[in-house]
């Protein structure tokens, strides 16, 4: 467990980013693909991402380079998601290049005491070899998470949307209390579930004040950084959580609201608990965009979801009423 620890100045300086950080969602992605766990909830992006892997010849890269570097366990070296570039990927991209060399060496280090790390990663306190790497990462940027910016956009949009009513509601501490089950505000303490494997630690903030970052790749439990003395940043889950409407063992507890919907209207409807497109939507249901269409048309007229027109896209959330429609159709307490 990561518990960290807040003074009255560390909440006034607390924040959630304004968009995604493309440079930790290229280690997200790469996690995602040395784990089975769910699988549902990227399901296009796995089948999408390794057809653009070979197309563009990167199935090497990938094997040799990135996920040896990127392993899916208790660290990674925190020079390759700068904490300074959060949401900038030209600036993420220049400030791994700028890594002053013994860094590199000390972060490698420790990636090889922890779970081993490959024999040329010494050649990384080169600055050709840097760049190099750059390079490799932003091709892969390019093929598999660029599609995905436009939703995940809006992921974060509706998670701010969110967290913003927490904070109406309950200031600072009423929006960390509701970040889900992964995180938990016991005042003044954030308490933060963390691998199995990796030892439980303390972090002070000190007056620096937090960045939660809402991740669409991270899957499970939020990530921040090794070194204490860096800038204080927990990237998390938007809470990609398992749809009981696709679960065939819980068919039982998700009969009444079918039954009442439609199986296609309630999986939008379930989508829509967290924010979702009309494409989103769709994907969930297994129907096409105008079928979603007029799915959410029809949920939206009878004042079950809202929906906002966020840049080419719509973005559909729940009301109140379809919050309440959707815990009692799963059987669900306040």
């Known amino acids: 467990m990561l518990r960290i620890h807040f003074s009255d100045a560390d909440l006034a ?13 290229i280690a997200a992605s790469l996690h995602r693909l040395q784990s089975r766990k769910g699988r549902w909830a990227y399901a296009e992006w796995y089948r999408t991402a390794r057809q653009q892997l070979r197309d563009k010849g990167l199935e090497r890269v990938l094997r040799n ?3 040896p570097l990127y392993p899916r366990a208790a660290y990674f070296p925190d020079f390759l998601t700068p904490a300074h570039a959060v ?12 890594t002053p060399p013994q860094r590199v060496l000390d972060e490698v280090a420790i990636l090889d005491r ?24 932003r091709a892969y940027h390019d093929a598999v998470v660029a599609p995905y910016e436009e939703q995940t956009q809006a992921r974060i ?14 200031g600072v501490e009423g929006m960390l209390s509701g970040l889900g089950p992964m995180l938990r505000w016991r005042s003044p303490v954030l308490e933060v579930s963390y691998p199995k494997q990796a030892a439980d630690r303390d972090l002070y903030l000190g007056g620096r004040g937090l960045t ?8 499970g439990e939020p990530v921040a950084f090794a070194d204490p003395q860096l800038p204080p940043v927990l990237w998390y889950s938007m809470l990609h959580e398992p749809s009981p409407l696709d679960a065939p063992h819980e068919d039982a507890a998700d009969r009444p609201l079918i039954t009442l919907l439609g199986r296609a209207r309630a999986v939008a409807l379930r989508a829509a608990s967290t924010g979702a497109t009309t494409t989103e939507m769709a994907r969930a249901a297994g129907v096409s965009t105008s079928s979603a269409s007029r799915h959410a048309t029809a949920l939206r007229d009878a ?9 080419p896209a719509v973005l559909h959330t729940l009301t109140p009423a379809g919050a309440s429609l959707l815990r009692a159709g799963l059987g669900k307490s306040r």
Do not use: Q
């Open 303 to 311: 004042r079950l979801i809202t929906t906002v027109r966020h840049g």
């Open 65 to 67: 380079a990135l996920l």
């Open 157 to 170: 949009e509706a998670e701010r949307a969110v967290r913003c009513r927490g904070l109406l509601d309950g």
């Open 114 to 137: 922890t779970v081993g790390a490959p024999t040329w990663a010494g050649r990384l306190t080169r600055l050709e070899s840097r760049k190099e790497f750059v390079g490799m990462l």
């Open 13 to 25: 300086r607390t924040r959630i980013a304004t968009a995604p950080d493309p440079v930790w969602e």
């Open 212 to 219: 939660l970052v809402p991740s669409y790749f991270n899957w």
């Open 87 to 98: 949401g900038d990927l030209a600036m993420g991209m220049e400030s791994i290049v700028a």
